[in-house]
Protein backbone atom coordinates (compact mmCIF):
# COMPACT_ATOMS: atom_id res chain seq x y z
CA UNK A 1 0.00 0.00 0.00
CA UNK A 2 1.32 3.71 -0.88
CA UNK A 3 2.76 5.04 1.91
CA UNK A 4 1.32 8.47 2.86
CA UNK A 5 3.72 11.64 4.52
CA UNK A 6 2.84 14.94 4.99
CA UNK A 7 3.65 18.63 6.79
CA UNK A 8 1.23 20.54 8.59
CA UNK A 9 1.48 24.13 10.00
CA UNK A 10 -0.45 27.55 9.68
CA UNK A 11 1.24 29.31 6.97
CA UNK A 12 2.01 26.14 4.99
CA UNK A 13 1.81 27.21 1.58
CA UNK A 14 5.68 28.59 1.40
CA UNK A 15 6.51 25.34 2.71
CA UNK A 16 9.50 23.98 0.49
CA UNK A 17 8.75 20.14 2.47
CA UNK A 18 6.84 18.88 -0.30
CA UNK A 19 9.15 19.74 -3.57
CA UNK A 20 12.05 18.46 -1.18
CA UNK A 21 10.93 15.22 0.03
CA UNK A 22 9.12 14.20 -3.01
CA UNK A 23 12.60 14.14 -4.80
CA UNK A 24 14.04 11.92 -2.04
CA UNK A 25 11.42 9.26 -2.26
CA UNK A 26 11.60 9.26 -6.14
CA UNK A 27 15.19 9.37 -5.82
CA UNK A 28 14.60 5.98 -3.72
CA UNK A 29 12.14 4.85 -5.67
CA UNK A 30 9.86 4.37 -2.62
CA UNK A 31 5.88 4.08 -3.10
CA UNK A 32 4.74 6.70 -1.21
CA UNK A 33 3.61 10.73 -1.26
CA UNK A 34 3.84 13.94 0.50
CA UNK A 35 2.12 16.54 0.59
CA UNK A 36 0.88 19.73 2.91
CA UNK A 37 -2.01 20.33 4.98
CA UNK A 38 -2.62 23.93 6.35
CA UNK A 39 -4.61 23.31 10.00
CA UNK A 40 -6.50 25.84 11.54
CA UNK A 41 -6.30 25.97 14.95
CA UNK A 42 -9.76 25.39 15.86
CA UNK A 43 -9.80 22.28 14.05
CA UNK A 44 -6.46 20.94 15.25
CA UNK A 45 -7.82 18.21 17.23
CA UNK A 46 -10.18 17.02 14.25
CA UNK A 47 -7.09 17.28 11.76
CA UNK A 48 -4.98 14.92 14.10
CA UNK A 49 -7.65 12.92 14.37
CA UNK A 50 -8.26 12.83 10.32
CA UNK A 51 -4.13 11.84 9.70
CA UNK A 52 -4.47 9.06 12.42
CA UNK A 53 -7.37 7.82 10.89
CA UNK A 54 -5.55 7.78 7.23
CA UNK A 55 -2.58 6.07 8.54
CA UNK A 56 -0.26 8.36 7.62
CA UNK A 57 3.68 7.10 7.81
CA UNK A 58 5.33 10.28 9.26
CA UNK A 59 4.81 14.07 9.53
CA UNK A 60 7.06 17.21 9.78
CA UNK A 61 4.71 19.60 12.26
CA UNK A 62 5.37 23.04 11.79
CA UNK A 63 4.49 26.24 13.15
CA UNK A 64 2.68 27.26 15.30
CA UNK A 65 1.71 23.43 16.51
CA UNK A 66 4.96 22.08 17.64
CA UNK A 67 3.50 21.89 20.91
CA UNK A 68 -0.06 22.15 20.28
CA UNK A 69 0.94 17.93 18.96
CA UNK A 70 2.21 16.89 22.42
CA UNK A 71 -0.89 14.68 23.86
CA UNK A 72 -1.79 13.27 20.78
CA UNK A 73 1.93 11.28 20.48
CA UNK A 74 2.36 8.03 22.02
CA UNK A 75 5.55 8.51 23.07
CA UNK A 76 8.74 11.18 22.47
CA UNK A 77 12.35 11.13 22.13
CA UNK A 78 14.51 12.56 24.49
CA UNK A 79 15.05 15.66 22.67
CA UNK A 80 11.80 16.20 22.02
CA UNK A 81 10.78 15.50 26.06
CA UNK A 82 13.85 17.76 26.79
CA UNK A 83 12.71 20.87 24.65
CA UNK A 84 9.02 19.97 24.77
CA UNK A 85 8.51 20.47 21.06
CA UNK A 86 7.97 18.15 18.19
CA UNK A 87 8.37 18.75 14.37
CA UNK A 88 8.97 15.13 13.45
CA UNK A 89 6.08 12.13 14.20
CA UNK A 90 7.30 8.54 12.62
CA UNK A 91 3.95 6.22 13.15
CA UNK A 92 4.71 2.74 13.35
CA UNK A 93 2.37 -0.28 14.28
CA UNK A 94 -0.09 2.63 15.31
CA UNK A 95 1.80 4.32 17.62
CA UNK A 96 2.89 8.26 17.00
CA UNK A 97 6.17 8.85 18.19
CA UNK A 98 7.38 12.47 18.55
CA UNK A 99 11.32 13.43 17.79
CA UNK A 100 12.85 17.28 17.52
CA UNK A 101 14.88 17.39 14.54
CA UNK A 102 15.49 20.93 14.60
CA UNK A 103 17.89 21.69 17.32
CA UNK A 104 20.67 19.37 16.07
CA UNK A 105 19.63 19.79 12.36
CA UNK A 106 20.55 23.94 13.39
CA UNK A 107 23.49 23.52 15.49
CA UNK A 108 24.80 21.46 12.61
CA UNK A 109 24.20 24.19 9.99
CA UNK A 110 25.64 26.64 12.63
CA UNK A 111 28.94 24.80 13.26
CA UNK A 112 29.49 24.71 9.47
CA UNK A 113 30.66 28.60 9.70
CA UNK A 114 33.13 27.85 12.68
CA UNK A 115 32.56 25.53 16.29
CA UNK A 116 31.29 26.86 18.71
CA UNK A 117 33.35 27.61 22.09
CA UNK A 118 32.72 28.53 25.82
CA UNK A 119 33.91 32.67 24.75
CA UNK A 120 30.97 32.42 22.55
CA UNK A 121 27.70 34.52 23.58
CA UNK A 122 24.49 33.63 21.91
CA UNK A 123 21.15 35.66 21.80
CA UNK A 124 17.74 33.81 20.76
CA UNK A 125 15.28 36.23 20.25
CA UNK A 126 11.60 34.32 20.55
CA UNK A 127 10.73 31.43 22.72
CA UNK A 128 8.36 29.26 20.33
CA UNK A 129 8.97 25.66 19.69
CA UNK A 130 12.03 26.15 17.43
CA UNK A 131 13.55 28.52 19.90
CA UNK A 132 13.52 25.49 22.48
CA UNK A 133 14.82 22.85 20.20
CA UNK A 134 17.83 25.20 19.06
CA UNK A 135 18.86 26.06 23.09
CA UNK A 136 18.19 22.57 24.12
CA UNK A 137 20.71 21.80 21.23
CA UNK A 138 22.68 24.23 22.30
CA UNK A 139 23.16 23.92 26.11
CA UNK A 140 23.84 19.88 25.86
CA UNK A 141 26.10 20.28 22.88
CA UNK A 142 28.08 23.56 23.23
CA UNK A 143 29.75 25.50 26.36
CA UNK A 144 28.49 28.68 24.97
CA UNK A 145 26.40 31.19 27.10
CA UNK A 146 23.22 31.63 25.97
CA UNK A 147 20.28 34.33 26.27
CA UNK A 148 16.67 33.98 25.20
CA UNK A 149 14.77 37.39 24.60
CA UNK A 150 11.10 37.08 24.35
CA UNK A 151 8.42 39.66 23.68
CA UNK A 152 6.71 37.71 26.38
CA UNK A 153 9.12 37.65 28.94
CA UNK A 154 7.71 35.03 31.12
CA UNK A 155 8.06 32.70 28.44
CA UNK A 156 11.57 32.99 27.86
CA UNK A 157 11.90 33.04 31.81
CA UNK A 158 10.50 29.42 31.57
CA UNK A 159 12.62 28.31 29.17
CA UNK A 160 15.69 28.94 30.79
CA UNK A 161 14.47 27.74 34.07
CA UNK A 162 17.05 25.18 35.71
CA UNK A 163 19.65 26.32 34.19
CA UNK A 164 22.53 28.61 34.45
CA UNK A 165 21.56 30.49 31.20
CA UNK A 166 19.41 33.93 31.21
CA UNK A 167 16.00 35.12 29.97
CA UNK A 168 15.97 38.74 29.20
CA UNK A 169 13.00 41.33 27.16
CA UNK A 170 13.35 42.46 23.68
CA UNK A 171 14.33 46.36 25.11
CA UNK A 172 17.72 44.67 27.14
CA UNK A 173 18.48 42.67 24.17
CA UNK A 174 18.85 45.83 22.04
CA UNK A 175 20.60 47.61 24.42
CA UNK A 176 23.26 44.44 24.97
CA UNK A 177 23.18 43.42 21.44
CA UNK A 178 27.15 44.45 21.33
CA UNK A 179 27.95 41.97 23.51
CA UNK A 180 26.71 39.05 21.55
CA UNK A 181 28.89 37.33 19.22
CA UNK A 182 25.82 35.01 17.56
CA UNK A 183 22.50 36.15 16.98
CA UNK A 184 20.11 33.81 16.55
CA UNK A 185 16.25 34.69 14.68
CA UNK A 186 13.51 32.39 15.72
CA UNK A 187 10.38 34.31 15.76
CA UNK A 188 8.22 34.20 11.81
CA UNK A 189 9.35 37.68 11.74
CA UNK A 190 10.00 38.42 7.81
CA UNK A 191 7.92 34.92 6.78
CA UNK A 192 5.37 36.88 5.03
CA UNK A 193 5.56 40.65 4.35
CA UNK A 194 2.24 40.85 7.17
CA UNK A 195 5.15 40.58 9.71
CA UNK A 196 8.54 41.76 8.16
CA UNK A 197 8.55 44.17 11.50
CA UNK A 198 12.17 43.19 12.88
CA UNK A 199 11.80 41.64 16.53
CA UNK A 200 14.79 43.82 17.51
CA UNK A 201 16.73 46.85 15.99
CA UNK A 202 20.20 46.32 15.30
CA UNK A 203 21.90 49.22 15.39
CA UNK A 204 23.99 48.45 18.17
CA UNK A 205 25.50 45.19 16.46
CA UNK A 206 28.95 44.39 16.26
CA UNK A 207 30.59 44.04 13.19
CA UNK A 208 31.25 39.99 12.31
CA UNK A 209 28.82 39.21 14.76
CA UNK A 210 27.39 35.36 12.89
CA UNK A 211 23.40 36.64 12.57
CA UNK A 212 21.45 33.42 11.55
CA UNK A 213 17.84 33.25 10.59
CA UNK A 214 16.24 30.05 10.95
CA UNK A 215 13.19 31.21 7.65
CA UNK A 216 15.08 30.20 4.74
CA UNK A 217 12.16 31.51 2.64
CA UNK A 218 12.73 34.18 1.33
CA UNK A 219 16.24 33.51 1.27
CA UNK A 220 17.11 36.87 2.61
CA UNK A 221 14.56 37.97 5.44
CA UNK A 222 14.66 41.99 6.58
CA UNK A 223 16.78 40.95 9.48
CA UNK A 224 19.16 39.08 7.71
CA UNK A 225 19.31 41.72 5.35
CA UNK A 226 19.89 44.92 8.37
CA UNK A 227 22.25 42.41 9.98
CA UNK A 228 23.94 42.48 6.97
CA UNK A 229 23.80 46.26 6.59
CA UNK A 230 26.07 46.33 10.27
CA UNK A 231 28.76 43.92 8.85
CA UNK A 232 27.69 40.99 10.37
CA UNK A 233 27.89 37.45 8.98
CA UNK A 234 24.24 35.76 7.71
CA UNK A 235 23.09 32.65 7.48
CA UNK A 236 19.41 31.82 6.71
CA UNK A 237 17.44 28.88 7.66
CA UNK A 238 18.28 26.75 4.81
CA UNK A 239 21.10 24.65 6.21
CA UNK A 240 18.86 24.04 9.78
CA UNK A 241 15.92 23.07 7.03
CA UNK A 242 17.62 20.40 4.85
CA UNK A 243 19.78 18.57 8.31
CA UNK A 244 16.28 18.46 9.89
CA UNK A 245 14.73 17.42 7.22
CA UNK A 246 17.38 14.66 6.22
CA UNK A 247 17.40 13.41 10.00
CA UNK A 248 13.29 13.17 9.70
CA UNK A 249 13.53 11.47 6.15
CA UNK A 250 15.82 8.52 8.10
CA UNK A 251 14.16 8.15 10.95
CA UNK A 252 10.80 6.99 8.49
CA UNK A 253 12.83 5.15 5.78
CA UNK A 254 16.00 4.22 7.13
CA UNK A 255 17.70 5.32 4.05
CA UNK A 256 20.05 7.86 4.27
CA UNK A 257 18.95 11.17 2.96
CA UNK A 258 20.96 13.14 -0.21
CA UNK A 259 22.00 16.18 1.44
CA UNK A 260 23.78 18.04 -1.59
CA UNK A 261 19.79 16.84 -3.48
CA UNK A 262 17.89 18.18 -0.65
CA UNK A 263 20.06 21.84 -0.67
CA UNK A 264 19.71 22.33 -4.83
CA UNK A 265 15.87 21.23 -4.79
CA UNK A 266 15.63 23.95 -2.54
CA UNK A 267 17.79 26.25 -3.98
CA UNK A 268 16.28 25.78 -7.55
CA UNK A 269 12.72 27.22 -5.37
CA UNK A 270 13.95 30.27 -4.15
CA UNK A 271 15.82 31.51 -6.66
CA UNK A 272 19.74 29.71 -5.86
CA UNK A 273 20.51 32.24 -3.27
Given at each position: MKELYCVIGNPIAHSLSPVMHTALLEQNHLDASYVPFLIEKQEFTTAIE??????ISGCNVTSPFKEDIL????????????????NTIVA???RWTGYNTDGIGYLQGLESIRTINETDQILIVGAGGASKAIFHA???HTDASVTVANRTLEKAVKMVAG???????LAEAESQLADFTIVIQTTSSGLTKENAA???????LTARTIVSDIIYNPAETPFLK????????TQNGLPMFINQAAIAFELWTGI??????MRNIVLKQVGGK
Open positions: GLKALGPFLDALDSEAKACGAVRNGLIHTAHRAISLPIRLHDEAKAHGAIEADRDL
